[in-house]
């Protein structure tokens, strides 16, 4: 259905006809749930806090368990924030602490896969590229540079690419 028809099929409906078909997809749907539980309640502080929680037991459990330093755990969180319409300055805060301790394990394990490097560089540009796009460079430059610099004093076999990407946004 295109949007011109919803559109159409929408304005046609009662004011309780409309109700009951939004109640439904309440009902029916997680993300809608999710959606007006943010729209009508947004604890933009306490989403941002669990994401950080979650992202730094990826890699430093709390338990036994070897970590697991999987990207994915804070991409999830971070397309999340973007669905819902999370504070551009919140979402960036997500990005730089993702890296952050990303660098922090690396220091202590570093990774011997090519892969954790290269989706490392690309959460760097995904966090260059959103500071950029929102305005917050001017406040956030100093995160940025700071692990751009820290993949070269940890000896990332792709330091200069980071180097390179602060040279783009600068």
């Not at 941002?48 to 338990?63: D, G, L, M, N, R």
């Not at 999987?70 to 971070?78: E, G, L, P, T």
């Not at 551009?88 to 896969?113: C, G, H, K, W, Y």
Request: proline share 5%.
């Amino acid at each position: 259905m295109s949007k011109t028809k919803l559109k159409k099929y929408l304005s046609e409906l009662k004011k309780k006809q409309l109700e009951a078909q939004v109640l439904d997809l309440y009902e029916r749907f997680p993300e809608v749930k999710t959606y007006y539980d943010f729209a009508f309640n947004p604890k933009e502080d306490k989403l941002v806090q669990t994401a950080k929680e979650k992202i730094y037991k990826e890699y430093f459990p709390q338990t036994r368990r070897r970590p697991k330093a999987r990207r994915s755990v804070a991409q999830k969180y971070i397309k999340h924030f973007l669905t819902l319409g999370v504070d551009p300055a919140l979402t960036a805060d997500v990005m730089l602490f993702n890296l952050e301790t990303a660098q922090d394990f690396a220091r202590i394990r570093p990774p011997s896969q090519a892969a954790f490097y290269k989706s490392m560089h690309v959460s760097f540009k995904q966090a260059a590229a959103h500071c950029a796009f929102y305005g917050l460079l001017p406040s956030l430059s100093d995160r940025l540079t700071a692990v751009a610099e820290r993949a070269e004093e940890l000896g990332w076999m792709n330091a200069d690419r980071f180097r390179d990407t602060m040279g783009e946004w600068q």
